[in-house]
């Protein structure tokens, strides 16, 4: 993977071609890279793409990744304590490993094994609300595995979609809360080929 860069299809890559689903492949994880070299060695490199579909219309990476911090937005305007509580424990967010927080408020910079989406939402959400951390440390989160009382309050798998009628039925199961964002970011991922490959 391209440091700093999200390893998957881009949109000038992509254009042009007709596509058909062929799975909707949940949670990869720390597996991530080990499946797209998969599907690379399976379809070609550029003959296959992950998308999410809201509404059955597909959205890129950055696509979501805007429904997903909408998401994070809604939950923080509308639970003023879990904000403050946020910006006054916290200095940064991060999900996977500390090095997250030089992503900064940008979803493609993507610096370990795993996709961290969160971490960003968070900081994105924060700025839209006019908001600055002011806490004395890091905070993980990641669902179970933050010790920090915000890292569960704030996990994707806790945090609820702002619209439940986004997500895409039926709702796959995981380690996720149903209505949850990552449900949504879970349930609306497909794997789609080229119809050509």
């Known amino acids: ?103 900064d408020v940008d979803y493609t910079k993507q610096e370990t094994g795993r996709t961290h989406v969160q971490d960003i939402a968070i900081r994105n959400s924060i700025k839209r609300l006019g908001a600055s951390l002011k806490g004395y440390g890091l905070i993980q989160i990641r669902h179970d595995k933050g010790t920090h009382p915000l890292s569960m309050i704030l996990s994707p798998g806790k945090v609820p979609i702002h619209d439940t009628s986004l997500i895409e039925q039926p709702e796959l199961t995981g380690w996720w809360d149903k209505g949850s964002v990552e449900s949504l970011y879970q349930s609306n991922k497909h794997l789609q080929i080229a119809a050509s490959a």
Not at 16 to 33: A, C, N, T
Not at 82 to 87: A, D, F, I, K
């Open 1 to 103: 993977m391209d440091e700093g860069k999200v390893n998957m299809p881009t949109k000038t890559a992509t254009q042009g071609k007709e596509w058909i689903d062929v799975e909707r492949p949940s949670y990869l994880g720390r597996h991530r890279d080990e499946k797209y070299a998969e599907w690379d060695a399976k379809y070609g490199k550029g003959n296959w793409r992950i998308v999410w579909k809201i509404n059955g219309k597909p959205l890129d990476f950055l696509g979501v990744c805007a429904v997903y911090e909408e998401a994070y937005y809604q939950f923080l305007k509308n639970h003023p304590s879990v904000l403050r509580t946020l910006l006054d424990t916290a200095s940064n967010v991060y999900d996977d490993a500390p090095s997250n927080v030089f992503s």
